[in-house]
């Protein structure tokens, strides 16, 4: 008879209607939003402090380069001295007082200085340094009898289109876009099978200490027990997955309108547009969706679903089987170790080999190896992986799953119901004899 | 009386350890059948292997005529004595998900839930968790599930444990009836009044084999030493014993009663009767007590486990 329906709707229903999974569903997306809103909003608040910049422009260059903004006023001094401009401004609580003295064009570059209390923001002195370079090329340009509006005229972008032999198109930006993609999709599932993982061990120990167990295989196989198990958990997991997207989607709208604030600003990233802002915006934003269409789509999402549920499933029955081993939870630690090793090895290889080389002799071999390909391939396809290396990386993987469910499935027999003493892995051998 | 299950040869190892060896029983229909043993002997591994969770290492099941199956389960209902229930779920969810498993359809196992729950006078524990209730009220609710899909074949390990008096004595009433209704039940127990009580046949399991087995009466007749217990008053109680003493193979017996008797046990050899030890008391003293020593369960279990433990 085949049960594994029924084991699977009561599964997900106990894992669904259980209070802290419940809670856990709709608590987390409110505290990461809300803690997300407390960095951008605290950001905004810090950014929309009006600072004063005294500016001693001894030789005039400057004029009209250092306009006032809404956060930032420029204040001229003129005609006292430097002394008296550095006490005057640290008396105004100016943020700081810019010197450019009095020296010829070609000199003065390197004599620039910025006097302030406490040490300066990054960004500040970045934009100031980009706004007085530009001013005093111009200035250059001009003494050299250059006309300025033919310099704009001539001014072309170059962006320099990368392919290798066989046509697959790279760049600098798409490799950071795609190292993106790959290490979400390779975090997903590793943040998917600890999370997940757990809930059907301790679904299996709770079985195994309510003493519920041998009434239940008195009418099904354990196989079909345990399957109902990882699928009755996996559907629970994806349906708080999904309502975590769903929740963070909609609360960060919600909370950006409220509080005016757009969570995307974080610091992190002013830092990063800082970096590339001398590139033009526009052609950076161009080259991120040309590389987003070159990406391999397809590919991607199929192997993203095929990669995904291997991984989740040769790893949930071996977290099946532990359970089944030990009688409560303290005891599976020796037994974890190993699981979580595993995985982390397969995190940080792919991610960091990616990032120095994604077709490497090390992550191809561990996109090779079953306990750590899932991870490492999903980081590795988004940089091109031939489809053949995917398709028998796949097979390894379904083939060591088959095995590893057969013997999860051997220990979990036996297991079952068998109480006391903790096994060793000596005895965990001996049970697939039983 | 046909047959129910026949279990033939059964050996299981785990191991180097032997749970069993070549062990066969035949449990006949309709009969109460006494699993009987000693913590360890074996018992439960039996148990386990006619409910398909193990699988026996040589010898095979035949129920009802057929080899062991997966499809007969739902014939079979088994109350283990590790006994226990999803404590964060339903009363009533649990039950129907247990009889769902056991082949019920949803609307079936409801109807005959209902029953129970009436029966028993729990219907107001329907949406209770099991958490919130006592362990006694939580074993009703196992028993029920158990017995729901009216199986052919009625496995309890040690049913009565967890149990006050009464509630032990509703079962007990239960599964007589449930025998009475055409099940077969297998009952595995230490407690030998229950027995003695309850179990048609018995089969006798220590160290891993069979030691003894047959219809519980049959076997009594079997064990029986041709004993007599006697109270005797006469106006010289020590002479009388003398006289008898120097006829019959006598040894002190302790019995309640009234008079302040000689009280004997007095073992008959195997070609006089009753009758001629009664002709020989009637002549020498005044009779007040003469009854057979019949073994009890509980004594051929004790004697039969020595005599192989040697």
């Known amino acids: 008879m085949n049960h594994l329906p029924l084991i699977i709707k009561r599964e997900y229903l106990a894992k669904v209607k259980n209070k802290s999974f419940i809670l856990m569903t709709f608590l987390s997306p409110l505290i990461l939003v809300g803690l ?95 706004k007085i370079e530009k001013r005093l090329g111009e200035l250059k340009l001009k003494k050299l009898g250059v006309d300025l509006s033919k310099i704009k005229a001539a001014k072309t972008y170059v962006d320099i289109n990368q392919e290798d032999y066989q046509g697959v198109k790279t760049s600098k930006t798409g490799s950071f876009l795609k190292l993106i993609f790959g290490g979400a999709a390779g975090y997903l599932l590793f943040m998917f099978i600890i999370i997940y993982g757990n809930l059907i061990m301790r679904s299996v120990i709770e079985e195994k200490t309510s003493r519920i167990i041998e009434v239940i295989i008195s009418s099904v196989k354990p196989m079909q027990l345990m399957l109902g198990k990882i699928f009755g958990t996996s559907l629970a997991g994806i349906t708080q997955f999904a309502i975590w997207i769903v929740l963070i989607g909609v609360l960060s709208v919600v909370s950006s309108y409220i509080f005016g604030v757009d969570i995307s600003a974080t610091p992190q990233q002013e830092l990063m547009s800082g970096a590339v802002a001398d590139v033009n915006t526009n052609a950076e934003l161009q080259a991120i969706i040309s590389e987003f269409h070159s990406l391999p789509l397809l590919n991607l999402v199929v192997a993203f679903i095929l990669f995904f549920a291997g991984g989740y499933l040769l790893y949930s029955s071996l977290y099946a089987a532990i359970g089944a081993a030990v009688d409560n939870e303290t005891d599976t630690q020796q037994f974890l170790m190993p699981i979580v090793m595993l995985l982390v090895v397969g995190f940080y290889v792919g991610f960091f080999t990616s990032l120095e080389d994604p077709h490497g002799t090390i992550s191809k071999v561990f996109s090779y190896i079953p306990f750590t390909s899932p991870i490492v391939m999903l980081i590795r396809i988004p940089f091109g992986v031939p489809i053949w290396e995917q398709a028998l990386s796949f097979a390894i993987l379904i083939f060591t799953f088959v095995i590893t469910v057969w013997i999860a499935a051997k220990i979990y027999r036996v297991g079952i119901l068998m109480y006391g003493k903790k096994p060793s892995y000596k005895e965990l051998i001996k049970w697939l004899k039983y | ?305 020595k005599n192989n433990s040697l």
Request: net charge negative; aromatic share 8%; with cysteine.
């Open chain 2, 1 to 305: 009386m046909s047959t129910l299950l026949e279990a033939t040869n059964i050996s299981k190892n785990f191991g180097e350890f032997k749970a069993l060896s070549d062990v066969s029983i035949q449990v006949p229909k309709h009969s109460i059948f006494g699993l009987l043993g000693p913590n360890g002997a074996g018992k439960t591994t039996l148990i386990r292997i006619i409910n398909q969770i193990i699988m026996p290492d040589v010898g095979h099941v035949i129920l009802d005529g057929e080899p062991l199956k997966p499809e007969h389960v739902q014939y079979i209902g088994y109350l283990p004595e590790e006994r226990g229930l999803y404590k964060s779920m339903k009363v009533g969810e649990q039950a129907l998900y247990l009889a769902q498993l056991k082949g019920l359809s949803y609307r079936q196992a409801k109807q005959r839930l209902n029953h129970w729950f009436e029966k028993f006078e729990i219907s107001h524990w329907w949406d209770k968790k099991i958490e919130e209730l006592s362990k006694g009220m939580a074993q009703k609710i196992q028993f029920i599930v158990t017995v729901l899909h009216q199986p052919k074949l009625l496995i309890f390990d040690e049913p009565f444990s967890g149990f006050d008096p009464i509630n032990a004595n509703l079962i007990k009433d239960e599964i007589l009836q449930l025998r009475d209704e055409g099940a077969t039940v297998i009952f595995s127990t230490h407690r030998m009044e229950s027995v003695e009580e309850l179990c048609d046949h018995i089969a006798l399991i220590h160290q891993s084999k069979k030691i003894l087995d047959g219809n519980l009466i049959d076997i009594k007749r079997k064990h029986k030493t041709n004993t007599f217990e006697v109270g005797l008053s006469s106006s010289n109680l020590s002479d009388l014993e003398k006289q008898i003493s120097a006829r019959f193979d006598i040894s002190p017996a302790d019995f309640r009663s009234l008079e302040d008797d000689l009280k004997l046990k007095i073992n008959l050899k195997a070609s006089e009767t009753p009758n001629d030890l009664l002709t020989f008391l009637n002549a020498n003293a005044y009779i007040n007590h003469f009854v057979e020593v019949i073994p009890n369960a509980n004594d051929i279990f004790i004697q039969t486990v």
């Open chain 1, 36 to 130: 997300l809103s407390l960095v951008a909003y605290l950001t905004s608040v810090n950014n929309e402090k009006v600072r004063t910049i005294a500016v001693l422009d001894e030789a005039g260059f400057l004029n009209e380069a250092l306009v006032s903004t809404d956060q930032m006023i420029y204040e001229n001094l003129t005609d006292i001295s430097l002394e008296e401009a550095k006490k005057l401004s640290n008396e105004n609580n100016s943020y700081g007082l810019l010197h450019v003295p009095n020296l010829a064009i070609d000199e003065v570059s390197s004599q620039i200085k910025f006097y302030s209390k406490e040490s300066p923001s990054l960004t500040l002195i970045s934009n100031l340094e980009s």
